[in-house]
C-alpha cells in the first residue's frame, strides 16, 4: 500500500495560485493512478482531478478544468496539483489518494493522506 503526505496548502487571495504535492513511499507508486479531491466545510469530499500511472491520461472535474493542471514525477514518488485562478469557492481540504483510475474516478481511493487546507480568500 501506499503511504501518502500532502503539503502547499495555505492561504491565497482569490486570483492566486498555489502548488499542492503529494509525496508517496511504497512501492506501488509509480504503478497507482493519483488523484486530488477537496471538501469544503459542511459537504462532502468530491473528485478535482486524477491522472495514469504514466501520466500520460488526465481527468479533470468540470470546475477546476484548464485552471488546475495535475502531474506526477515517478522518479521523485510525487504528485502535483498546480492551482490557478483560484476563487473563494476553491476553499477546502485538499487530498490525495492512490487505487486504479476507474476506482478514482468513482472516488475511491486505496490509500489517502492526510489533507492540506487551501483557503481562498475573496
Known amino acids: 500500500q501506499v503511504q501518502l503526505v500532502e503539503s502547499g496548502g495555505g492561504l491565497v487571495q482569490a486570483g492566486g495560485s498555489l502548488r499542492l504535492s503529494c509525496a508517496a513511499s511504497g512501492r506501488t507508486f509509480s504503478s497507482s493512478a493519483m488523484g486530488w479531491f477537496r471538501q469544503a466545510p459542511g459537504k462532502e469530499r468530491e473528485f478535482v482531478a486524477a491522472?495514469?500511472?504514466?501520466?500520460?491520461?488526465?481527468y479533470y472535474a468540470d470546475s477546476v478544468k484548464d485552471r488546475f493542471p495535475i502531474s506526477r514525477d515517478n522518479a521523485k514518488n510525487t504528485v502535483y496539483l498546480q492551482m490557478n485562478s483560484l476563487k473563494p469557492e476553491d476553499t477546502a481540504v485538499y487530498y490525495c489518494a492512490a487505487n486504479t483510475l476507474s476506482a478514482l474516478l468513482k472516488g475511491v481511493g486505496a490509500s489517502w493522506g492526510q489533507g492540506t487546507q487551501v483557503t481562498v480568500s475573496s
Open positions: 491522472i495514469n500511472w504514466s501520466g500520460e491520461s488526465t
